[in-house]
């Protein structure tokens, strides 16, 4: 029987792009898929084959913090509680005279997936794109217990909890218990990355269902073409969360100018590539470039260390620099210089000639690439999204 699901997501490429796949093959399958979601991607969306419900949110436009502190930390709970609002907002609108069978949501977005599914007695599947959370292991202890404290008393935190409990008072939730509210696992669980990725992840249970990368065409991204003078290719990029401008760029260019490495250095559409030359002919910078596309070609790859980023390159087979800015990347970084797939290097020190130096002893090491390709294949074995759909189908 086909159903009708919706799906509910914080306006980040690194959490909506692995959905699209997904959404791809539900729709592939037969269901109808609704989705609200930041103005600024309903055209992904949409491309995807859901029907996308559009909102006007903050967070696409927003400028990165340039330091993750205590100070950042505290408010972001009180951001995605706010954007879930507002996507709960639009999908109850839109929703209430069409209700979806099933609600996938974003770990992120449980004001909206997780209060609307309550309220109208739904089903509801949660979504990690990144390291899954269990009472084993968790960022949100991870992170400021080991890397950044946050002070429990901050303003910020006290607003969110005040915030929560007035929403759960508006649906008619007024009874629920905030602290179980918010430790509440669903009885099926996405994760975008495989079970050997997952730092303790051993200790999750069948109820968490590890996937892979779920890839997907990456058609809204700008096309490439492989060079052709037979060259290694490195790969650079900072995702599109995190940026620490034009210099680090224009540092990476002079480091490899001249040197017979094929060099793709991507922006993220915040850094202007004009802000970045004159480059060398051997150097490229782009908006955006799929990924995968370049990755399939790499000899190394230096990234801030997003999961998605990850992923991709593992499914690729390409070994990774990974150079964290934010908590959470530190966290991934550690992880897969654990797994030997990856060098960890110290932003402080992420000099165009130190990145160079490092590119190139990673590309030589033979055991990493044994254990890159080890990890590969794993990757590329998790189910991706099938996988994934098959298990949304089975919650249904």
Not at 60 to 83: H, N, S
Not at 174 to 194: K, M, S, Y
Not at 210 to 226: A, H
Request: with cysteine; aromatic share 8%.
């Amino acid at each position: 029987m086909k159903r009708h699901i919706a799906f509910f997501n914080v306006p980040g490429l690194g959490h909506l792009t692995p959905t699209l796949p997904v959404v791809e093959e539900l729709v592939r399958r037969g269901h109808r898929v609704s989705y609200p979601v930041a103005r600024q991607y309903a055209g992904l969306v949409a491309g995807a084959g859901a029907r996308a419900l559009p909102y006007t949110s903050p967070l696409p436009d927003e400028a990165p913090a340039p330091v993750v502190d205590g100070e950042v930390l505290a408010g972001v709970p009180l951001k995605y509680l706010r954007e879930g609002m507002l996507a709960l907002e639009c999908g109850e609108r839109a929703l209430a005279a069409d209700r979806p069978d099933l609600i996938v949501y974003d770990t992120t977005m449980f004001a909206a997936g997780r209060v609307l599914a309550r309220k109208w007695g739904l089903p509801a599947v949660r979504t990690f794109p990144t390291l899954a959370a269990n009472e084993h292991f968790s960022l949100d202890r991870v992170v400021p217990e080991e890397l950044v404290p946050v002070d429990p008393r901050h303003p910020a935190l006290a607003e969110f909890f005040t915030t929560l409990v007035g929403l759960f008072a508006r649906h008619g939730m007024a009874q629920v218990d905030v602290g179980r509210f918010l430790a509440e696992t669903e009885e099926t669980n996405i994760v975008f990355l495989p079970r050997e990725i997952q730092i303790k992840g051993e200790t999750f249970d069948d109820r968490f269902v590890f996937t892979g990368p779920c890839l997907g065409d990456r058609s809204f991204e700008t096309e490439w073409k492989v060079p052709d003078d037979g060259n290694p290719l490195v790969l650079i990029s900072l995702g599109t969360s995190v940026h620490t401008g034009p210099a680090f760029f224009r540092g990476c260019a002079r480091a490899f100018a001249g040197a017979p490495w094929n060099v793709v250095m991507t922006l993220g559409g915040r850094v202007d590539p004009a802000s970045v030359g004159p480059l060398p002919p051997n150097v490229t910078a782009h908006p955006w470039v799929p990924h995968p596309a370049v990755l399939r070609h790499a000899a190394a790859f230096v990234t801030q260390g997003g999961m998605g980023s990850a992923m991709e390159a593992l499914y690729c087979g390409t070994p990774m620099v990974v150079v964290p800015s934010t908590p959470e990347q530190e966290v991934n970084a550690r992880r897969l210089a654990e797994l030997g797939v990856a060098r960890r290097h110290a932003p402080a020190a992420a000099t165009g000639e130190a990145l160079r130096e490092a590119v190139l002893a990673l590309a030589a090491d033979p055991a990493t690439a044994a254990r890159v390709r080890r990890m590969s294949d794993v990757v590329r074995g998790a189910g991706g999204a099938a996988r994934a759909a098959d298990a949304v189908e089975a919650r249904l």
